[in-house]
């Protein structure tokens, strides 16, 4: 097996972490959540005389060449009272916010590879689009045993938002999933 080599430091210290964060626009503690630490975490590498290693030197790496790339990962508030997230397991691929009184989606993708986004190549689906795609996640409404299904879902009739809510639109055989958050606006 040969060994590869990056172009990415072992190691860094406080002031590159701070420079970094600080060219990037961000205060510790939005730094500490980007990497997923605790702010505590941020202060002790930014203080520090000793060499930092890890993960973060990798962040470090990308932020030097995208300060703002942490922009693309910041979720933006729901405009809607409804906000579903679809996972390919635990990353987040779409984000789609819906207005259903106004029958109005929008949404936002996380990944660029098209069979792992909600709506695949299409960036503003129509409403009748997003009905499809939450149908596309349950048991078809035609499905044998159907009344048995929703029985054990406790559900009294067909309505994939409220399977979904249910089954997190989990399909067999895939890895998505969705999580559905309905706000009061």
């Not at 997190?168 to 969705?178: A, K, S």
Request: charge should be neutral; include cysteine.
């Amino acid at each position: 097996m040969n060994l590869v080599h990056f172009s990415i430091p072992e190691t860094v210290n406080g002031d590159d972490i701070r420079v970094i964060r600080k060219r990037s626009g961000l205060t510790q503690k939005q730094f500490a959540q980007w990497c997923n630490v605790s702010v505590k975490t941020v202060e002790r590498w930014e203080s520090s005389k000793e060499p930092v290693h890890g993960p973060v030197t990798t962040l470090l790496a990308v932020m030097i060449n995208y300060p703002d790339l942490f922009r693309e990962y910041t979720l933006d508030p729901a405009p809607y009272n409804m906000r579903l997230y679809y996972y390919y397991r635990s990353f987040l691929c779409t984000i789609i916010d819906v207005n259903e009184r106004k029958r109005t989606v929008k949404i936002r993708n996380y990944v660029n590879d098209l069979q792992m986004r909600a709506f695949g190549v299409v960036e503003h689906p129509s409403f009748d689009q997003y009905e499809e795609f939450l149908e596309s996640r349950c048991f078809p409404r035609q499905a044998d045993k159907m009344k048995i299904r929703l029985r054990e879902l406790d559900l009294p009739f067909y309505d994939p938002i409220m399977i979904v809510e249910k089954t997190e639109g989990r399909v067999e055989g895939d890895e998505f999933w969705i999580r559905v958050e309905r706000t009061g606006t």
